[in-house]
């Protein structure tokens, strides 16, 4: 699977940014898809995801809950993060990940949120 991630920029803290990530390739064989982000100096953290047939489907980090919404359309084959009221501590280089059945594991590009005033 290939991923095409843009969104991402430079927004101040309560602002709100859109993430987007365009699949192709085997998508028919994708049963889990989320956005992962990592700031400077720590590991990468799972920010949200959904996964077909889970039985939680919908998974969001408590730190963005009530923030971020994690969507997906399946006509488009696209799969989206909403952020809202955006902090400082939500600074970071966002991406997107896909799993399939077949067991691949692919990432997308990164890209680079920065919250400042």
């Known amino acids: 699977v290939q991923l095409q991630a843009c969104g991402g920029g430079l927004v101040q803290p309560g602002g709100s940014l859109r993430h987007s990530c365009a699949a192709s390739?085997?998508?028919?064989?994708?049963?889990?898809m989320g956005w992962y982000r990592q700031a400077p100096g720590k590991q990468r953290e799972l920010v949200a995801s959904i996964t077909n047939g889970g039985r939680v489907p919908i998974n969001y980090a408590d730190s963005v809950k009530g923030r971020f919404t994690i969507s997906r359309d399946d006509a488009k084959n696209t799969l989206y993060l909403q952020m809202n009221s955006l902090k400082a501590d939500d600074t970071a280089v966002y991406y997107c990940?896909?799993?399939?059945?077949?067991?691949?594991?692919?990432w997308g590009k990164g890209t680079q949120v920065t919250v400042s005033s």
């Open positions: 390739g085997s998508i028919f064989s994708i049963n889990y």
């Open positions: 990940n896909a799993r399939s059945r077949s067991g691949a594991n692919d």
